[in-house]
């Protein structure tokens, strides 16, 4: 069975194999030796999944208690991070119980957040069941609910004690949810290595759905190891994401994460070609992989409503904000600039 050992504050594995959510109560007693846990789901994925969690962790010995809230973004807020808390004292968890989030990466972060704060740390699962959080968010400690302000501005490094990602309940996803994920895969690609990016031209993701979570979590495992803390080099994971999460905030969060980062991509690549960081082929490499996966690359809001989404951005440090900017397939790097700079990055990736 594929592991992959995260070393970070706390150290912990991530599994990846066909059918694992039917062990999960098995595998979650091993590695923690805890037997009350909390599912925290939302109803959609709870309907499909929920039970088959609840059976695998009453099986090995568990009592469980499950908190389930309305799917979507504008639920990953503070009523609902409340909630939890609420729910978990009502429940009289305390620090020797655990938390399981069952979800994408909305129900990871909100669950992290909870267990990174509840009686000051609860130990907590990923079981990530969207191909997003299984290449990206269930794996890395960044927890965070949103504000009306902005996207993920209150949040915590909390890491998982385990990572269980089943690739078979990838199944149930719908096609715009997939192609999400595939947004995040083509990012590890362009930040990583030219040949995976090949493969992916070559082969569609959910033809090698194992391999290709296996190759992201080895390559985020080797960025969080040597910068846990987002100080350094983990920024690179950012690429995409400051346009991105511009354009899910114009969007009143209509635009899902997956398509916002790949229109983020497509706009930093498109200036760094036009400031010849990169050639004009990297440029079409990066946007024929896009196309591939039918992710927009183009998007309708204006110069200025983006520029002023983005000033609400928490990559903004200071005046200064760190942009990830493509030099060729599997090499970027970090451009910090003035803030007031960013509006001509977005004019110079077509921005008007
Ligand atoms: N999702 C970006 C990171 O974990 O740093």
Redesign the pocket.
């Known amino acids: 069975m594929p592991s992959i050992h995260i070393t970070a504050s706390r150290e912990y594995d991530v599994l990846v194999q066909c059918g694992v959510l039917k062990e999960a109560g098995k595998r979650i007693a091993e590695v923690t030796g805890i037997h009350i846990a909390a599912i925290i789901s939302d109803d959609i994925v709870f309907q499909l999944y929920g039970e088959t969690l609840k059976r695998s962790l009453e099986e090995a010995g568990f009592q469980t208690v499950s908190y389930v809230f309305p799917h979507g973004e504008q639920h990953k807020s503070l009523e609902t991070y409340e909630n939890i808390l609420y729910f978990l004292s009502e429940h009289h968890f305390t620090r020797s119980d655990i938390l399981i989030a069952l979800g994408g990466g909305i129900t990871g972060d909100i669950t992290g957040f909870a267990a990174a704060t509840y009686q000051r740390g609860i130990p907590f699962i990923q079981i990530p069941t969207t191909l997003l959080a299984a290449v990206?968010?269930s794996v890395?400690g960044?927890t965070a609910i949103n504000l009306r302000t902005g996207k993920n501005q209150v949040g915590s490094f909390y890491q998982p004690s385990l990572v269980l990602c089943d690739p078979e309940v990838l199944i149930t996803l719908p096609e715009d949810e997939y192609r999400c994920g595939c947004a995040e895969v083509i990012k590890y690609a362009v930040l990583g290595s030219a040949e995976f990016s090949k493969g992916l031209k070559e082969t569609p993701v959910r033809e090698q759905t194992e391999r290709v979570i296996e190759a992201c979590v080895t390559m985020k495992r080797d960025i969080v190891s040597q910068d846990e803390f987002?100080r350094g080099k983990?920024q690179l994971?950012?690429l995409g994401h400051t346009v991105g999460h511009a354009v899910e905030a114009c969007s009143g969060f209509s635009v899902l994460h997956g398509q916002a980062v790949s229109i983020g991509m497509a706009v930093i690549t498109r200036a760094a070609a036009e400031k010849g960081i990169c050639t004009e082929k990297t440029l079409q490499t990066v946007l024929d992989l896009l196309h591939a996966y039918e992710l927009p690359t183009e998007t309708e809001y204006s110069l200025s409503a983006l520029s002023a989404a983005a000033m609400t951005d928490k990559k903004l440090s200071g005046s200064m904000l760190t942009l990830v900017v493509p030099e060729e397939i599997g090499l970027c790097r970090l451009e910090t600039i003035p803030k007031e700079d960013l509006s001509d990055w977005l004019r110079a990736g077509g921005i008007v």
Do not use: W
């Open positions: 990206d968010s890395g960044k987002d983990r994971l950012n």
